[in-house]
């Protein structure tokens, strides 16, 4: 264990700054490219089915 | 003729890779969360403090990964682009574009943590090194890949058009790569090595290849996930699509 207290983590040695900006960017980036990808999955499967609802109905 | 054990043709099929990418993303995530939490685990609680670099070394269990999957990704990606124009394949222009964004992130993300990295060891945010520049064109490449394609209305020649960007920017893989042998550069040699044993401390290696793996699955999800989006946007007048259990009332 490198860490005497939980301070001494989020310090990370004076680098803290540095380590958690590219941890937390990273983190940030990849949580947001998810919830982007799911959001455009969502989106798509609500235009064609709204799309095919028009169809079926006209076809009625 | 013998009947081959997997008709690989039968995947490259948009109707039977969507419902094949449904059942396989969940399993690549699920892999991305396990290892990520493994690799940090290593990253911040095994690996022992640095005696050059203190704790600021810590960096390096998700710089050196973005940086390998921003190359292998368009590597992948250029794969893609090969079999699409040799092959003529429908699926394998989507796969590109499904890739596309994720590698650009990644290769976003290794010049923002290598910015972070650069500062308090050598000073400044950005150098204009071999490998940074090489980097940094990597980025616009993929950048220019999205752009292209999205510009281009008829997605099948859109895909023609990336295939050719992303063939030609493939050379730029192997001048990252050998940038830091071929140019005296301020960036530091390579990591891991084929042919040597690594440097540095086993312990820190493992943070490495874990987190390196963690990023692998993740590409692999997201890909898996954003590619039948692709699929259901370009297939949208097919019998197929409008059979899916998904798209019923």
Sequence with gaps: ?????????????????????SFGVTAAALLIE??????????????????????????? | MSQPLINWFKFAS????????????PWFAALAAALTAAGLWISFFVAPTDF????GYRIIFIHVPASWMSMFIYCVMAFWSAIGIGFNTRL??????????????????????????????????????ARLTSELILLFLYLGYIALTAAIDDPRRA???????????????????FSVKWWNTLHQGASVSMTKAPTMAATMLWGMLLMALAFWMYSIAVALYRVRSIILERERHATWVAELPEMQR
Excluded: C, H
């Design chain 1, 1 to 21: 264990m490198n860490w005497g207290s939980a301070s001494e983590f989020f310090a990370m040695g004076g680098y803290g700054l540095y380590v958690w900006g």
């Design chain 2, 52 to 55: 050059q670099q203190g704790e």
């Design chain 2, 92 to 129: 394998s222009g989507m796969m590109s574009a499904a890739l596309a964004p994720t590698g650009a992130l990644f290769a976003f993300l290794s010049l923002w943590t290598g910015a972070l990295w650069g500062k308090p060891m050598w000073g400044a945010w950005w150098v204009w090194d």
């Design chain 2, 14 to 25: 948009p109707a039977s890779f969507y419902p094949l990418a449904g059942k396989l993303w």
């Design chain 1, 34 to 60: 998810t919830l982007l990808v799911r959001k455009r999955f969502g989106d798509t499967r609500r235009l064609l089915r709204r799309e095919l609802a028009a169809d079926r109905e006209s076809q009625d």
């Design chain 2, 159 to 177: 895909d023609k058009a990336g295939a050719i960007v992303s063939l030609v920017g493939v050379v730029n893989v192997p001048i990252i790569y």
